[in-house]
């Protein structure tokens, strides 16, 4: 993992003083977003994501989809059905689920899975390549020019996967918090 003092600075400034974007300003965007560590490995030492929660096999492919979908700029990206079908049949041999479908896992280890299963997916690599053949890293677009084509965007993967484990995250925040209610109200000894 990279230490803080490792990760690339951005040189200032983005802009030239006439207003357009600095080339050697874009480039070191471009190298520190390209740099930046896996969320498995940036989160590595939060407790947080180092807890292991039973988890459904389903909650892990279903927050793909939803995420897919929301970071797709054609609404529903190709090929998403072949995907969570892969990762799916994967994930299951991958572990032992229990418990109907279910395992203890961080979410440091749900992020690590999705890119040791996705990470050589072509399908899923696919996606963080726009149709337009512009295989830059970033796109600055004016919204005053108008609307522009979704063929110029892709997916970041990264940030997909990431969005992954929050929305169990947020999951897992919302049952801690029903659950501490529940004790406060009824007790911890409800039979």
């Keep these: 993992m990279k230490n803080k003092k490792d990760i690339e600075i951005l040189p200032e400034p983005l802009l030239t003083?006439?207003?357009?974007?600095d080339a050697a300003g874009m480039q070191g965007l471009e190298n520190a977003i390209n740099n930046s560590p896996k969320t498995y490995e940036r989160l590595s030492g939060d407790d947080e994501w180092n807890t292991?929660?039973?988890?459904?096999?389903?909650?892990?492919?279903?927050?793909?989809?939803?995420?897919a979908c929301r970071q797709s700029p054609y609404g529903c990206p190709d090929g998403l059905e072949n995907?969570?079908?892969?990762?799916?049949?994967?994930?299951?041999k991958t572990l032992e689920w229990k418990m109907g479908g279910m395992e203890e896992l961080s979410l440091i280890d749900i992020n690590k899975l999705c890119w040791d299963i996705l990470g050589d997916c072509n399908i899923f690599l696919s996606w963080n390549k726009s149709e337009e053949g512009n295989n830059k890293n970033i796109l600055f677009v004016n919204p005053m020019?108008?609307?522009?084509?979704?063929?110029?965007?892709?997916?970041?993967?990264?940030?997909?996967?990431h969005n992954v484990?929050?929305?169990?995250?947020?999951e897992r925040r919302l049952n801690a918090k029903f659950d501490r209610e529940f004790e406060e109200k009824y007790g911890k000894n409800y039979d």
Excluded: M, N, Q
Excluded at 17 to 21: H, L
Excluded at 83 to 92: F, I, N, R
Excluded at 146 to 160: M, N, Q
């Design 145 to 161: 020019l108008g609307e522009v084509s979704p063929d110029y965007d892709f997916i970041d993967l990264d940030a997909l996967l």
């Design 52 to 67: 292991k929660h039973w988890t459904f096999k389903k909650s892990i492919v279903g927050a793909l989809a939803k995420w």
């Design 17 to 21: 003083e006439e207003g357009f974007i």
């Design 83 to 92: 995907v969570c079908k892969y990762l799916d049949a994967c994930l299951s």
């Design 165 to 170: 484990c929050l929305d169990i995250r947020d």
